[in-house]
């Protein structure tokens, strides 16, 4: 992920010209904001929404989660519903194109005229988590269900609604005849492995996308819905499969306990080389990053507007609390600290495989010490750290002096290196800021995120000279990859005004 710097004092940038206009174009045209909102109603309404509801019912995970995502089909069916839409807009000009590399991903591409010698890339990816267990009762990640404000099911707000959104902005630029740059859109299908795949389509596709000299991301988070909040990081990202062998087979515990040590005690002191188990801070000092100044006056600001909601919006068991008192302190935890996590055990532990479902479950062990411990680790880390310098340090710091001479190995090692925004330029801080206030009524804010979007950190380093606007709907208990993920309908149609909004005054600029 990546975004644009927006200072602390964003209440204090230019005012909105008013509730009725915004975006004046450089023909004169004015974007009529009221306008704009009766057709982002109907427009979702009737047309987005019920796409979007066919779209969680494909059960499209990413390649790293349905390796046989090519024969399963349901790729090509996402890929489908969305060009079939795309394709259906009264867009004069617009060409949608579906580009698939052998044996990668599909993307989608599309590519609209506008006026002058810039590009506008807007981005977002149809890809999704795997199903995640804990969905309660009447909901499920393939089963679209309406409530309110609340669209719930897995992949509409991480990333389904992006496509819909981008061209529903421009339509509504093109009905009230408002100029804007030559807009380019991709929709890739591997974010959610990592965007593997997405550095040969750039490479492919390199003349037909340009330069572009703003990125409008739509796939980050919100720190509420009452506002456009802009990304301005992105943590990065090493991990692999640690696995500890002490033994070539299980054998009985009361025989073997004290005379050979447990595989997953050895796996627990190699993992407390990584971090504190008391306070789960990072300990090595290849993982860490000097916190620049202005990210810290950034999180004390955001925790002035977010107050307890920095935590309460994560699902505790009653009497537990987060891991510092302080927000500040929590938010930087989040965006600008390595922190690890064990997000898995691959193997080792007893499982249990029912005949008549397939399904895999837990079964009752039998009292053996296992032969060997596996966890899936997940190191995030501060945006400036090298990925894959981390993940060499990673694999070298739990590798080395294994316990007792067993067997300790960092499987499928790899990393992704995150992403700290360029400061914004005064034109797009103040269109960032009239759009909020337009659409939202209420000044817009800015803050780092713990997640990772490959993609922001490839184009930073491929268009420096660009501006971006990472956003997104994923706002407090929207808990995208896990159950219960939805998409909050009324920010998604905000958000869709603010993108039309900005892209028009990028033109004006």
Known sequence: MKSSTLSPSRSKARPA????????????ATLDVARAQAQIERTWEQEILPTITEYIRIPNKSPHFDAKWQTAGHMKRAADLIEGWCKKRKLPGLKVERVQLPNRTPLLFMELPGTGQDTVLLYGHMDKQPEMSG??????????????????GRGGADDGYAAFASLAALE??????????????????????????????IDHLEKKIGSPSLVVCLDSGCGDYERMWSTTSLRGLAGGELRVDILREGVHSGDASGIVPSSFRIARQILSRIDDEATGRVKPKEFHAKIPPERKTQAKFTAKILGKSVHAKFPWVDGARP???DLGELILNRTWRPMLSVIGVEDGLPIHVDKDSGKAEKSKPGNV???????????RLPPTVDGATAAAALKKIVEKDPPYGCKVQLLHADGTTGWNA???????????????VAFFKKSAAAMGEGGTIPFMG??????PKAQFVITGVLGPESNAHGPNEFLHVPTAKRLTGCVASIVAEHHRR
């Not at 093109?174 to 492995?193: D, N, Y």
């Open 17 to 28: 010209k008013s509730a009725k206009s915004n975006g004046k174009g450089a023909n004169g």
């Open 323 to 325: 891991m510092e008192k």
């Open 135 to 152: 969905w309660r009762k009447g909901l499920g990640p393939w089963e679209p269900v309406r409530e309110g404000e609340r669209l719930y």
């Open 172 to 201: 509504i630029l093109a009905e009230q005849k408002i100029p804007h740059a030559r807009c380019v859109i991709l929709i890739e299908g591997c974010e959610e492995s990592g965007s593997y795949d997405l550095p040969f389509y």
């Open 369 to 379: 010490l296992r032969p060997f411990t596996s966890f899936k680790l997940s190191l």
């Open 422 to 436: 360029p400061k914004l330029e005064p034109w797009l801080e103040g269109a960032i800021e009239r759009a909020s």
């Open 458 to 463: 490839m184009l930073g380093r491929k268009f």
